[in-house]
T-cell receptor
Framework: GQQVMQIPQYQHVQEGEDFTTYCNSSTTLSNIQWYKQRPGGHPVFLIQ?????EVKKQKRLTFQFGEAKKNSSLHITATQTTDVGTYFC????????FGTGTRLQVFP | NAGVTQTPKFQVLKTGQSMTLQCAQD?????MYWYRQDPGMGLRLIYYSASEGTTDKGEVPNGYNVSRLNKREFSLRLESAAPSQTSVYFCASSEAGLPSTEAFFGQGTRLTVV
């Protein structure tokens, strides 16, 4: 069955430091999505990647899709306290299956 | 535009009781989903519906049933609640097809089974 693993599970950073979360699939993905969930909130869509090797940027966030379409990453440059939350990747190949998530804590 | 609306927001059940979680979307989406989220864990797919009249099992369907009543509504039923079903339940909807199939989530239902 589909399995999407994310690492790390938790990350604590000082404000201004960079942060990266990695998403790995056991199968080839047709496309991958990223979501952010603030504490106590619901997941909110960030971006979708479709093409092999695709790189997309949203301000301080950089999303990458692996060449083999089996992995993806989200990198945040110079974290801010507003970046706090859990970041999920999601496999949208067949039905929307979420990764295990990375919880980011940012200390001022 | 309300988006995805879930009711109720909070619920406490006794073991063995039944209940139905309601979900409605006003975006004319074909696909709808039910997830559960346990503390410190990710979202696990319970059931989904690719279109009106169709439903399919997700990762953790045991103990649940669903009904896609019409294009707008997708309900989740617990026939005999168990403490292991204590969780936060999220409903989501999306439109099939590229370029973007982003899912929109409801606010969640916090269910406690005692």
């Amino acid at each position: 069955g589909q399995q999407v693993m994310q690492i790390p599970q938790y990350q604590h950073v000082q404000e201004g430091e960079d942060f990266t979360t990695y998403c790995n699939s056991s199968t080839t993905l047709s496309n991958i999505q990223w979501y952010k969930q603030r504490p106590g909130g619901h997941p909110v869509f960030l971006i979708q990647l479709v093409k092999s090797g695709e790189v997309k940027k949203q301000k301080r966030l950089t999303f990458q899709f692996g060449e083999a379409k089996k992995n993806s990453s989200l990198h945040i440059t110079a974290t801010q306290t507003t970046d706090v939350g859990t970041y999920f990747c999601a496999d949208n190949t067949d039905k929307l299956i979420f990764g295990t998530g990375t919880r980011l804590q940012v200390f001022p | 535009n309300a988006g995805v609306t879930q009711t109720p927001k909070f619920q406490v059940l006794k073991t063995g009781q039944s209940m139905t979680l309601q979900c409605a979307q006003d975006m004319n989406h074909n696909s709808m989903y039910w997830y559960r989220q346990d503390p410190g864990m990710g979202l696990r797919l319970i059931y989904y519906s690719a279109s009106e009249g169709t439903t399919d099992k997700g990762e953790v369907p045991n103990g649940y049933n669903v009904s896609r009543l019409n294009k707008r509504e997708f309900s989740l039923r617990l026939e005999s609640a168990a403490p292991s079903q204590t969780s936060v339940y999220f409903c989501a909807s999306s439109e099939a097809g590229l370029p973007s199939t982003e899912a929109f989530f409801g606010q969640g239902t916090r269910l406690t089974v005692v």
